[in-house]
């Protein structure tokens, strides 16, 4: 005999579970918009401390892509979702076959974009297609696989077989192309005739990235805070110290890992990247208006920067700036080469393996594949590449310095007196 049931009982049960499910319901909703919201906070933060010299390259060709898009007149709701097919269309139409601006700026056969730059225009909408996927608007695979490879892979068969047809020159990025050890004097010349503080600035920016290896924006980036002293025992007869630099950021170091650059004083007056880094800091707090940094606290100097902006202490100078100083540098001294900022780093290195120094040291010198002992455990000094660039013997021992002469203290007193006081 079924049991009866009380209408009002009932009306309230179904009432509570529909309340429940409702509320159930609600606080899903509210947890997917925290989850949504999280994740563009993190897009927002990510894009805020990518490196400028990233945003400069890859925003312009976002946008091209953008206006090519819009040029096709694909379906709005989806248009500048970034797909394979999509990405291999924009590349055949707008990108492999463009002129590159070297050829037409100096007229010579109308070569198309190089390798590197076809790779930036893909890794630029990769970029904006992990950005759309981030967002939850696009759920496309990944672009760069399948026929975007393939096109890729294509082109770089037919681009080496246009150039063996153009005859173009077969030394560009090859160990041709940088410069020698006499150019390198050469150079060194160029910027002291100048004869001006952004002669020696130039000079010193050109110098500690041959020797320590750097990139342009290494260079720029450096700090006074940054540069250390580091003795070196048993190195040969005269006393040997490096010039340690600490190389916290960069191309490929965005986490801020601390990395090491260095070297010597140099055999050879006349390249010396020490002689030039104290004639430098001699000549802006000597000749120029600069004043002596204030130690007292890290706050008042650890900003400084080495290669400073005319007008500012603060602010590197800028990378056409320092690209234009070794543009004519190279020009003056007839240097082939299709790299400026990044020539030294180059030819720094091929001139180590030319004087001596085993490939691991030259590794080690250059950053290049650190592996968990060299970023944690070891000095990070690669002797050996010190001795070759300073003109000594890789195995060591051989450090002798002609001018290596104590000077007296009353004339040491005289060049930073300031610095006695700290």
Excluded at 129 to 144: F, I, W
Excluded at 160 to 170: A, F, G, L, M, P
Aim: net charge positive; charged share 25%.
């Amino acid at each position: 005999m079924a049991r009866n049931r009380n209408p009002a009982a009932v009306a309230s049960s179904t009432a509570m579970v529909a309340t429940s499910a409702a509320s159930t319901a609600v606080s899903t909703a509210d947890l997917v918009m925290q989850e949504r919201e999280s994740v563009l906070r993190t897009l927002a933060t990510a894009s805020d401390v990518r490196p400028a010299n990233t945003t400069r390259n890859y925003v312009p060709k976002q946008k091209e892509f953008k206006s090519w898009c819009d040029g096709k007149g694909y379906e709005e709701m989806s248009r500048y979702q970034v797909t394979a097919e999509k990405l291999h269309l924009f590349l055949e139409e707008q990108v492999l076959h463009r002129p590159s601006k070297r050829a037409k700026k100096n007229g010579d056969a109308p070569g198309t974009l190089s390798e590197s730059s076809v790779k930036s225009y893909v890794a630029a909408l990769v970029d904006l297609y992990v950005q759309q996927q981030a967002r939850g608007v696009n759920s496309a695979p990944h672009p760069r696989h399948g026929p975007v490879r393939i096109l890729l892979s294509t082109r770089k068969v037919q681009e080496h077989s246009r150039k063996r047809r153009e005859y173009v020159d077969r030394g560009i990025g090859t160990s041709l192309d940088g410069y020698t050890q006499a150019q390198l004097e050469d150079i060194c010349a160029f910027f002291i005739q100048r004869d001006s503080e952004t002669g020696l600035r130039d000079r010193l920016a050109f110098l500690i990235s041959h020797y320590a290896l750097l990139r342009g924006d290494n260079a720029r980036k450096l700090e006074l805070a940054d540069l250390h002293h580091l003795d070196l025992a048993g190195e040969g007869p005269s006393p040997c110290f490096a010039v340690v630099l600490l190389l916290a950021n960069g191309k490929t170091n965005q986490a801020g890992r601390v990395e090491y650059g260095s070297f010597l004083r140099n055999r050879d007056v006349r390249v010396c990247p020490v002689g030039c880094l104290a004639l430098y800091l001699f000549s802006r707090f000597h000749h120029s208006a600069e004043p002596f940094p204030d130690l007292s606290k890290s706050s008042l100097w650890y900003d400084t920067k080495v290669v400073k902006s005319p007008t500012s202490l603060t602010a590197p100078i800028s990378d056409d700036a320092h690209s234009k100083a070794l543009d004519r540098a190279f020009k003056a001294c007839h240097v082939t080469t299709t790299a400026k900022t990044h020539a030294a780093r180059k030819s720094g290195a091929q001139l180590a393996e030319s004087g001596g120094a085993s490939e691991a040291s030259v590794r080690r010198a250059g950053r290049w594949n650190q592996t968990t002992m060299e970023t944690c455990y070891l000095t990070r000094l690669p002797r050996p590449v010190l001795r070759v660039h300073a003109g000594f013997h890789p195995d060591g021992g051989t450090y002798f310095l002609r001018r290596d002469v104590e000077p007296p203290q009353e004339l040491l007193s005289q060049i930073f007196p300031q610095a006695d006081a700290w």
